[in-house]
């Protein structure tokens, strides 16, 4: 596919990110979708699909395993709604699937939500060391997410001079963005030091490189781009989505030409976007980008991956502040994920919800003066399933 | 949407469904798309995105968590892979997931396929027990797939003079047409006095009026219909494509109004799916049909539910043997879930590989002689989601 996908974002809503106990997963998918509805204008009736994302309803809450958890609490029914998953990659995957639904006609009004609850654990506190376990072999050679991109950090260190102070100062700016957004986790400033002498997850990677476990959820609605009704609606368009998974669980692992400097699946899924968006030159077409900084480390690989820079100058971006709100190309204004918190199916559609208000001009104090077009993306699996959506002011 | 579908299925493949104790899900998943790529006369690397159907990766096996699980066994990396889950409408909403990419030009060659596989516990036995616990108060409440259809079972007896017997002889037709079918799980004949005497689980229901639990996996090769080689591939089109959610868990049960002889879900998606196949007299225009006897009282509710009679005739359709192998309308000639057992991500899709088989002359000794025109229908939740796909030799 190489033509713009011709999509509106006609509605945005997200809730607070952060530890929510005192809400329940129903009364997350509520406040978003309402939330979204009402910018829109338009009636909870008016939405003829949706598609909602949660990841993991196993590690949670136990819910989100079927469209109904979407039915339920905003009491919409008689309407087809899908569930889909994709660990990291879920949200935008909501997004793409009510675009397809769209753009092949079989409704006008769709919704995709994103949602997840994971700070509530289930009475048995075994179950995550018993999806650990049982998940697969990945886990059991000690490649979690911490370890496994650890791998990128130490190889990107020595091959392109990058130092852990690079790295750091990815946290550093991230963290003072959150301090802009007050639906943001975590909202507190550190300096490169307290990043360094944060306790060490996996070398060079320390906990204030890694993001919090966070609920959380956002919504948005969509329209064919030719239904747009200018006078009613403050419209968004999405230009481009791209979904790839470009590896298996041990595949990097095994194949002995990956050079762990970069991640497959990121520059598939942009060549997609970029491909129907008509992106050439990325980083003088595009005004800001939200990036899955998991870990600090997977932006500083991103910017190389998403062609914002060249194969061993990200570091010339961070240090540069190139990336920083009031830079050239702005990372993150939202606080990224280290800031925001990753309530994982609601991450790709925060991500949409964060540069759409940018581009209306509603971002408040974070906001990137004049940006028409921005980028979204995701990556996880981890390493092998990644996203990217182009937005655009303009039509 | 009420206009044609015009998707073409050009390749259908499935594993033996049964208890597959020596066969992995990477197994089960290589098995069924080999089978239908080779059908198609296509290369694996002709697909430009997948969409897996698995409904339950936390009771089984713990894989179809994201699309990776279709892509590792494969070997089919660089394309988007939806993983979509909608508990019995998984399979069918694979379909329409990627009915929807094709119409929407995202992609020229799909691939649905669904894979569950059930019998293989986790080492902790107890994970069954948890779920039950934790998934939803519905079941704590007693109210089991089982015990919920027991109330449509028993409401119907009360008010349209449906028997015992009526029920259980949709048990006996369905495993008689299940000898007929090398890929079911339970090939054994059985007579009315034996389904009558079987174990009660939720009174009038027995043993044999319940599916069997099983392992399986069944694919399907999509184009849209215009890019179908008549001299190369042996097509069958989708015409309609319904889903619908309905209710919640609880709805059914606290809606004074509810009258327990139909469900909404499955009137929906055929509402849905004939309007945009054009089928308006679904009795005359339908030559076979696969529905969801997860329990045979489903099967009975549903041919009204389809508009193949009229509310409190189904009795006299199994009565007069309309919806056996032979009859006017044959129902599940496959052997249905009562033979085929209940793989639930693959099991909307398995019905597709049914009706295609039959539409092509494919079927052998269960051939629906003369069928250019059929449907299937799945529905879970319980009652709560259906879909309905119209199935057409003609385009």
Same mark, same amino acid.
């Given at each position: @596919?190489?033509?713009?996908?011709?999509?509106?974002?006609?509605?945005?809503?997200?809730?607070?990110?952060?530890?929510?106990?005192?809400?329940?997963?129903?009364?997350?998918?509520?406040?978003?979708?309402?939330?979204? #509805? +009402?910018?829109?204008?338009?009636?909870?009736?008016?939405?003829?699909?949706?598609?909602?994302?949660?990841?993991? =309803? *196993? #590690?949670?809450?136990?819910?989100?395993?079927?469209?109904?958890?979407?039915?339920?609490?905003?009491?919409?029914?008689?309407?087809?709604?899908?569930?889909?998953?994709?660990?990291?990659?879920?949200?935008?995957?909501?997004?793409?699937?009510?675009?397809?639904?769209?753009?092949?006609?079989?409704?006008?009004?769709? @919704?995709?939500?994103?949602? *997840?609850?994971?700070?509530?654990?289930?009475?048995?506190?075994?179950?995550?060391? /018993? @999806?650990?376990?049982?998940?697969?072999?990945?886990?059991?050679?000690?490649?979690?997410?911490?370890?496994?991109?650890?791998?990128?950090?130490?190889?990107?260190?020595?091959?392109?001079?990058?130092?852990? $102070?690079?790295?750091?100062?990815?946290?550093?700016?991230?963290?003072?963005?959150?301090?802009?957004?007050?639906?943001?986790?975590?909202?507190?400033?550190?300096?490169?030091?307290?990043?360094?002498?944060?306790?060490?997850?996996?070398?060079?990677?320390?906990?204030?490189?890694?993001?919090?476990?966070?609920?959380?959820?956002?919504?948005? #609605?969509?329209?064919?781009?030719?239904?747009?009704?200018?006078?009613?609606?403050?419209?968004?368009?999405?230009?481009?989505?791209?979904?790839?998974?470009?590896?298996?669980?041990?595949?990097?692992?095994?194949?002995?030409?990956?050079?762990?400097?970069?991640?497959?699946?990121?520059?598939?899924?942009?060549?997609?976007?970029?491909?129907?968006?008509? #992106?050439?030159?990325?980083?003088? $077409?595009?005004?800001?980008?939200?990036?899955?900084?998991?870990?600090?480390?997977?932006?500083?690989?991103?910017?190389?991956?998403?062609?914002?820079?060249? =194969?061993?100058?990200? +570091?010339? @971006?961070?240090?540069?502040?190139?990336?920083?709100?009031?830079?050239?190309?702005?990372?993150?204004?939202?606080?990224?994920?280290?800031?925001?918190?990753? =309530?994982?199916?609601?991450?790709?559609?925060? /991500?949409?919800?964060?540069?759409?208000?940018?581009?209306?001009?509603?971002?408040?104090?974070?906001?990137?003066?004049?940006?028409?077009?921005?980028?979204?993306?995701?990556?996880?699996?981890?390493?092998?399933?990644?996203?990217?959506?182009?937005?655009?002011? *303009?039509?």
């Amino acid at each position: @596919m190489s033509k713009k996908r011709d999509i509106a974002i006609i509605g945005i809503g997200m809730t607070k990110f952060g530890e929510l106990f005192n809400q329940s997963y129903d009364d997350l998918v509520r406040d978003a979708a309402t939330l979204a #509805i +009402k910018d829109a204008g338009i009636a909870m009736e008016d939405i003829q699909a949706a598609w909602l994302s949660t990841a993991f =309803p *196993e #590690i949670g809450v136990f819910k989100g395993r079927s469209g109904m958890d979407l039915c339920e609490p905003l009491n919409l029914y008689d309407i087809p709604v899908t569930r889909v998953s994709n660990f990291c990659a879920s949200g935008a995957d909501a997004i793409r699937n009510a675009a397809n639904a769209l753009a092949a006609g079989e409704c006008d009004v769709a @919704m995709a939500l994103g949602v *997840e609850k994971l700070r509530d654990r289930t009475p048995q506190d075994s179950i995550v060391k /018993m @999806m650990v376990e049982l998940t697969h072999p990945f886990y059991q050679k000690g490649f979690t997410a911490a370890g496994t991109f650890a791998v990128y950090a130490n190889r990107i260190m020595h091959e392109y001079g990058v130092t852990k $102070e690079d790295i750091a100062n990815i946290s550093v700016k991230n963290h003072y963005h959150g301090t802009l957004n007050d639906k943001a986790h975590h909202r507190i400033a550190c300096t490169l030091e307290q990043v360094l002498a944060s306790p060490m997850v996996a070398d060079p990677l320390t906990v204030m490189d890694s993001c919090p476990t966070t609920d959380g959820a956002a919504c948005v #609605i969509m329209l064919r781009a030719e239904d747009v009704n200018k006078t009613k609606h403050r419209p968004v368009y999405i230009d481009g989505i791209g979904l790839s998974i470009a590896t298996g669980w041990d595949l990097p692992f095994f194949d002995t030409k990956h050079d762990f400097l970069s991640f497959k699946a990121t520059q598939n899924a942009a060549k997609m976007a970029y491909s129907q968006a008509g #992106i050439t030159k990325p980083i003088d $077409e595009i005004d800001l980008v939200e990036v899955h900084d998991c870990f600090s480390i997977v932006e500083l690989l991103t910017y190389e991956d998403l062609g914002l820079c060249k =194969p061993g100058e990200a +570091k010339d @971006m961070i240090r540069g502040k190139a990336t920083q709100l009031g830079g050239q190309i702005p990372v993150n204004v939202s606080g990224g994920l280290l800031s925001c918190g990753h =309530p994982v199916g609601a991450t790709g559609v925060r /991500m949409v919800v964060e540069v759409a208000s940018h581009l209306r001009g509603d971002a408040g104090e974070r906001q990137v003066i004049g940006a028409k077009k921005g980028i979204t993306h995701n990556i996880g699996g981890p390493g092998a399933i990644a996203s990217v959506i182009v937005l655009n002011i *303009e039509n």
